[in-house]
C-alpha cells in the first residue's frame, strides 16, 4: 500500500547551479547530496516544509537521467512513493497487470530499496521506496 509522496524527482543538468538557485536563492534547506553509483546520478535532496525534492544530474552519457535529459529535456522526471514493503507492493502491482520496469527492489539514495513502475502503467514514471522486507 502507498503511504504517502516521498519525493519528487527533478533532472537537471548542473547540480551546483542547482543547489545555488534553490539554497542560496530560493532558501530551501539542502538536506542530503550523494552520489549513486548503481544508477549513475548525483543527488541533491531539498525539504520544503516536509516535501522532498530531489534534483539530480547524471555522472554518465548513459545513465537514466542522461538520456532523459537528452530526450526530453530538465524537468520532472518521476514521483516517489513511499510503501512499507516493496517488495510484497511490487508483486501487488505486478498481479494486477501493471507494467514494472524492476521487478525486484535495489540499493537507492538515503540507503532505501526503491524500484520503479513503468510510466505507461502509471502516466507519469513512478518511484516506489521502502524496506526489502
Known amino acids: 500500500m502507498l503511504k504517502q509522496i516521498d519525493h519528487i524527482g527533478i533532472a537537471v543538468k548542473n547540480l551546483e547551479e542547482t543547489i545555488k538557485l534553490y539554497k542560496n536563492i530560493m532558501g530551501l534547506e539542502l538536506i542530503e547530496q550523494e552520489e549513486v553509483e548503481s544508477q549513475k546520478v ?3 535532496k531539498f525539504d520544503i ?18 538520456k532523459f535529459i537528452e530526450k526530453k529535456g530538465e524537468g520532472l522526471h518521476h514521483i516517489a512513493y513511499m510503501t512499507d514493503n516493496i517488495n510484497k507492493e511490487l508483486e501487488n502491482l505486478k498481479s494486477k497487470g501493471i507494467k514494472l520496469i524492476n521487478e525486484e527492489s535495489f540499493d537507492g539514495a ?12 502509471s502516466i507519469v514514471l513512478t518511484e516506489l521506496v521502502g524496506k526489502g522486507e
Not at 522532498?52 to 537521467?65: Q, Y
Not at 538515503?110 to 502503467?121: C, E, I, L, N, T
Request: hydrophobic share 40%.
Open 42 to 44: 548525483k543527488v541533491a
Open 49 to 66: 516544509n516536509g516535501v522532498h525534492i530531489e534534483f539530480l544530474e547524471p555522472t554518465a552519457p548513459d545513465s537514466p537521467i542522461a
Open 110 to 121: 538515503s540507503g532505501v530499496k526503491v524500484a520503479f513502475v513503468h510510466p505507461k502503467s
